[in-house]
């Protein structure tokens, strides 16, 4: 009697593999080009081991010409990371300049994007307060001692394991909250 297959197995079965998602094969293109034969000044580019994320970016871009009359994309199937970008111009450019001046306009808006991360980034560690100046963080006077009266505390796995921003865990004060939902 043959063993049936472990669902586990059948779901990877028919991933691509990790470098399959980015890397081009040996004399394989990124992107090709392909005139749409049923509408005038139409193209449609096939992108390579791209997917929703570079195809919506590339649609919006192009957009906002005031040269291209439609951008769409789709991508054919979850599995297979490639998608196709059709565009329509109104003449004075074609498709292929369109795609690549929307390209050149993304490259700078997201350098733009990265620019302005980093010096929010830096401003916020400049003006951070050290960890004992925080208002937030003051202890009172004998908070971390123990009451005579009650036994010592015991470690717990959870004390020893650092937090991410190096404070103890709070309590959240869910006295804001009407139903859970909105805030009062």
């Known amino acids: 009697m043959p063993r049936l297959a472990n669902p586990s197995d059948l779901a990877e079965s028919n991933?691509?593999?990790?470098f399959d998602l980015f890397l081009l094969a040996d004399g394989e293109k990124k992107v090709t080009e392909q005139p749409d034969t049923r509408v005038s000044n139409c193209s449609i580019f096939l992108f390579k081991k791209e997917d929703h994320t570079m195809g919506n970016m590339l649609r919006m871009r192009l957009l906002k010409s005031e040269h291209v009359l439609f951008s769409a994309y789709k991508v054919a199937h979850p599995l297979i990371v490639q998608f196709e970008l059709r565009v329509q111009t109104d003449g004075e450019i074609t498709p292929r300049e369109a795609v690549v001046q929307a390209c050149r306009d993304l490259v700078q808006d997201l350098g733009q994007l990265s620019r302005e991360f980093t010096k929010e980034v830096l401003l916020r560690k400049a003006t951070a307060l050290p960890e004992e100046e925080d208002p937030k963080?003051?202890?009172?006077?004998?908070?971390?001692?123990?009451?005579?009266?009650?036994?010592?505390k015991e470690e717990s796995d959870d004390a020893a394991t650092p937090h991410v921003s190096g404070r103890s865990s709070r309590p959240i004060d869910l006295s804001r909250f009407d139903d859970g939902n909105n805030l009062r």
């Open 137 to 152: 963080t003051e202890k009172k006077a004998g908070a971390d001692q123990d009451h005579p009266n009650q036994p010592p």
């Open 15 to 18: 991933l691509p593999g990790r």
